[in-house]
């Protein structure tokens, strides 16, 4: 049996996530937009770390975190993270006394939920904080039509009552990231219809809010008291632009690996399962340890490329579920070379390449930037860069 201990584990990949540019970025939306902000941290901070990322943007100014559902709500608290934090996707079972006690805000978007709530705040002997949600055109969640004013008449009683208090208003945009598009007019008057209906029943919130990030950028007429910021707060310009960086975001996610493998081979060289590639001359061809299973789509095959010995270079056959192949050429790569999947991309100004983005790869894979940082698979380490700085 071996004698030595394990004491570190190399990563096949790694995420390194700048804190510092989440921060620089929250500052540069909060300058554009002129209100408050509200960080959104779901889906683990779209794959870059709930906790060291909400902690930042808290740092950087964000008034308040935005989260999915109550375990994602609750992991802040229980990290001592301690600023307002808004959960909005719940079960009609869900267990709202602890989502209460942790003095979470819960999104009300019907009546069962509204009630469930009151009926749990009540068993706490203390008012639950309600933020009641108003569809403007998603026709996804939120209260529309002849179920808004029914919403928030009873919203009121349960306010009068002690078992809630309605903290704020707020709805979602359908087509923000389509500057002009005439249906953010009429969203817009549907909101301010729904929030003419809710202070006119007698509700007085403190937070109104419509804007996420294309309309926090882009759209001053939806922002009220905060904009809720989720893809430009990690960088990505939610407009889809794939090249330099507008608005001064910087991307905050650099996906990166090493070249485990090397072959040459002659022209006619099969590439991977099919096989879908085959080489036209003499080349070299790099395996990298990441796959489907890490967050390289396949629907990128013979889309994508990677940054490697000083310029791009396309992924060749199929991606597996494990591990992809670069052709170099006749590149003087070495094994442990290091390779990045994707990162900031050039700077605003350059001539010079670099890096792909996480943009290009969700045009390469016929998806969004969302999709494309969300999806880097658990087993790739998160390494998060600049802490302190992020806070400063």
Known sequence: MPTGVINETVQLAEAVIDL?????????????ARTGLMAVVKADAFGHGAVPVARAAVGA????????????????????????VLSWLHRPDEDFTRLIAADVDIAVSNLTHLRAIADAASELGVPAAVQL??????SRNGASGDEWPEL???????????????RGVWSHL??????GCPGIARQLSTFQEALRIARETGLDPDVVHLANSAAALAAPQ??????????????????GATGRRRYGLRPAMTLRSRVINLKRVPAGTGVSYGPDHVTDRP?????????????LSRTAE??????????RCPIVGRIAMDQCVVDVGDLPVALGDPVVVFGPGAEPGSPDPAEPTAAEWARWAGTNPHEVLTGIGARVARVHLHGEAATS
């Open 20 to 32: 510092a540019a989440i921060a620089e970025n929250i500052r540069t939306i909060a300058a554009i």
């Open 283 to 295: 080349t070299t061809l790099a395996l990298l340890p990441l796959g489907y299973a890490d967050g």
């Open 302 to 311: 013979g889309r994508a490329w990677v940054w490697l010995a000083g310029r």
């Open 174 to 179: 359908t087509n923000a990231d389509v500057p």
């Open 152 to 166: 928030v008449a009873w919203a009121r009683k349960h306010e009068a009552a002690g078992s809630v208090r309605v």
């Open 133 to 138: 949600k108003a569809d403007v055109g998603l």
């Open 222 to 239: 939806t922002r009220f008291d905060l904009c809720r910021i989720g893809l430009a707060m990690y960088g990505v310009d939610p407009f």
């Open 61 to 84: 100014g964000a008034a308040w975190l935005g989260v999915t559902s109550a375990t994602e709500a609750v992991a802040l608290r229980s990290a001592g993270i301690d600023a307002p």
